[in-house]
């Protein structure tokens, strides 16, 4: 898998993941999957919206997730 994604939850990343570490990791998911570090112009809208759909997935899980000895992070 991609080795420079790194672990977004507690207690490996001691602080909550910011939007940009999300986004991050996400990008570098694309590039693996996709085999492009940067794609030609004609595949940028779909890379684009791939990278947008995944930080959102990431984000979603992040703040589903319950981790034991951690306080949960649901809004609710």
Not at 7 to 13: E, G, K, M, N
Not at 29 to 34: A, D, I, L, P, W
């Amino acid at each position: 898998m991609c080795r420079s994604i790194k672990t977004l939850r507690p207690p490996v990343l001691p602080e909550e993941a910011t939007e940009e570490d999300i986004r991050a990791a996400a990008l570098q998911y694309v590039r693996k999957v996709s085999g492009f570090r940067a794609p030609a112009a004609h595949n940028r809208e779909a890379f684009d919206r791939a990278v947008d759909a995944i930080a959102e997935a990431t984000a979603e899980l992040l703040t589903d997730l319950e981790v034991r000895g951690q306080p949960t992070r649901r809004a609710g």
